[in-house]
């Protein structure tokens, strides 16, 4: 009997771990199209993996506006997405689960044109988003090279293993943690 006990939670463990390795290759997967796409400038695919419920605090078209312009003003970003650091347990709640994801990544801005004077204004926002000691700014490019550890909550339906990501880290994000329930949010913790 004690065998079978034995059995049964070796069993569990390694079941547990096996499906913990196969979601965290599903998010690396992802974060990889999300940043190609980003540094691209493929919008509609960046929007596509966005969690649809965000396109009611702010419309789709518009989301696509903003992303367009932030290039034409003169700011020029690239990521290079480089780990997942860790995952959390998924949080199934209602029609839906979720799970938070803790990443690593180089963030690269380029200040031209209309943003070219305004690396003063934008140095203080990077380093109180992402820790002075994160961020570096090269006189000579009129560019930041930032060390950005992250989150996102991920969501899909319960059936589905087509996730959908909402970034809860900037201070611009903040509204973005109403989308996801308070109860899961204390589980994702």
């Known amino acids: 009997m004690k065998r079978i006990a034995i ?6 463990a390694i079941t547990t771990g096996f ?4 979601l965290k290759q599903h998010f690396e997967k992802d974060l990889r199209n999300y940043t190609t796409a980003f540094n691209n400038k493929q919008w509609n695919t960046v929007t596509d ?3 649809p419920p965000m396109f009611e605090m702010m419309s789709k078209d518009n989301m696509l506006m903003v992303l367009e ?3 034409n003003l003169g700011v ?8 997942i650091d860790k995952i959390s347990k998924v949080v199934d709640y209602g029609k839906e689960k979720y799970c938070k994801i803790q990443y690593y990544g180089i963030i690269k801005v380029k200040l031209t044109g209309l943003m070219s004077q305004g ?3 934008m140095q203080p926002q990077f380093e109180q988003e992402f820790g002075k000691e994160n961020v570096k700014y090269h006189e000579a490019s009129n560019s930041f090279t930032i060390q950005a550890h992250r989150s996102m909550v991920a969501i899909a339906d319960q059936k589905s293993d087509n996730w959908k990501y909402v970034d809860v880290n900037s201070p611009q994000a903040k ?11 204390e589980q994702l913790n």
């Open 175 to 185: 509204g973005l943690k109403k989308l996801i329930p308070e109860k899961v949010q």
């Open 7 to 12: 059995l049964l939670v070796l069993s569990f």
């Open 19 to 22: 499906a913990q390795t196969q």
């Open 76 to 83: 020029k970003m690239t990521t290079d997405f480089h780990s």
């Open 69 to 71: 312009q932030m290039d």
């Open 119 to 121: 690396s003063s204004l």
């Open 49 to 51: 993996m966005m969690y």
